[in-house]
């Protein structure tokens, strides 16, 4: 017998719609009418959140990475959720080579990753160094990696003891190991924790040649060190607790997802597009395939395409993968990119 606390259950039809909607494409609009069925149907709908994860893993391994941007935000809601039982599809995801991982995430991975990690593996500690320690994956995401402990360390759910011992470790592995990528990023994760206790192994990584004085120099690092408490408890207080309460106030403010203010109103009025988005196929249609019959719940209604927001400078949008408009021969992001 159904009672008042008796959460309703969606039908199977509806759970693969609100996965569907999902999916709008990148610099279109937030579905926050999906996110909040998703939110509504929480068990429901948290394995076929986890499928997405797996799916997107799968295609980018057949050189076919999927478009739009379920993948990152069934990634917040796995996280507001808490579903640790979803650790091996993040792990899995997150460990992609470079270009496939930024094609998917973007700048989730170096801005978010550490928070929805500590959330993910609080009490996998393995986990996360085995991610630190994976050459196969970007520099910047593996200094990322690299924060968590400092994450964990500001949210209580480690001590600084078990930080320093941690990362103190990994550094000297990464010494012996030569291991000039990662060697700054757990510098700069250690010099988090006041470590006057690792000034041994910090000076023997400048020594190897795994640190970077372009980055900061060991004379900076002894200067930190030095500032001992204070600095170590301005750079905690500059970090929100690794919690999502709400997916949709946590990624609504995102460029993405903001209107553009130079679109003329009359565009507006000639280029309204008035089909859901869950008419359209995706690349992962085979997931989640077309349904007919009224959804459940109201159809999130696409805006105009002239609300899409992007960079008004005169060229074109220059994607992170695509070569620099500058001509130096890098990719954007590593490029011009990166110095924006």
């Known amino acids: 017998m159904k009672t008042e606390s008796t959460p309703e259950v969606a039908p199977e039809a509806d759970l693969d719609r609100i996965i569907r909607d999902l999916n709008v494409d990148w610099y ?23 499928e997405v994860l797996r799916s997107a893993t799968a295609a980018a391994k057949a050189g076919c990475v999927p478009i739009g ?3 990152t935000i069934a990634l917040f809601l796995l996280a507001e959720f808490e579903v640790t039982e979803a650790l091996p599809a993040v792990i899995e995801v ?24 500590a959330i993910f593996a609080a009490t996998q500690l393995d ?24 994450q964990l360390f ?39 924790f006041a470590p006057e206790e690792c000034w041994g192994d910090i000076k023997r990584a400048y020594e190897a040649g795994i640190a970077d004085d372009e980055i ?3 004379e900076e690092c002894r200067e930190t060190i030095e500032l001992g408490e204070e600095a170590m408890q301005t750079e905690l207080a500059k970090l929100d607790p690794a919690r999502i309460s709400d997916t949709v106030s946590e990624i609504e403010w995102w460029e993405c997802f903001q209107p553009d203010p130079d679109d003329d109103a009359d565009d507006e009025v000639d280029e309204v597009e008035d089909d859901p988005p869950l008419e359209r196929e995706r690349i992962d249609s085979r997931h989640t395939p077309h349904l007919a019959g009224p959804p459940a719940y109201e159809p999130v209604k696409r805006k105009p395409k002239t609300l899409v927001s992007t960079i008004r400078s005169g060229q074109p949008r220059v994607g992170r993968n695509q ?18």
Do not use: M
């Open 154 to 192: 500001r949210d209580g759910r480690i001590s600084r003891q078990i930080g320093l011992d941690r990362l103190g470790r990994l550094l000297r592995e990464a010494i012996d190991s030569q291991d000039y990528q990662i060697g700054p990023g757990l510098i700069l994760a250690l010099l988090k």
């Open 323 to 340: 070569a620099c408009p500058c001509g130096s021969g890098k990719k954007f992001k590593k490029c011009c990119g990166s110095r924006a």
């Open 69 to 71: 941007a379920a993948p």
């Open 94 to 117: 997150l460990s992609l080579p470079d270009e496939d991982a930024y094609e998917l995430f973007g700048d989730v991975l170096e801005d978010d990753i550490s928070k929805l990690l």
């Open 127 to 150: 986990v996360i160094d085995d991610l630190i320690q994976s050459e196969g994956i970007s520099q910047h995401v593996r200094w990322t990696f690299a924060n968590t402990y400092v």
């Open 216 to 218: 900061l120099s060991l």
């Open 28 to 50: 279109t609009f937030l579905p926050e009418v999906a996110i909040r069925a998703a939110q509504q149907h929480r068990e429901a709908i948290t394995p076929r959140l986890i």
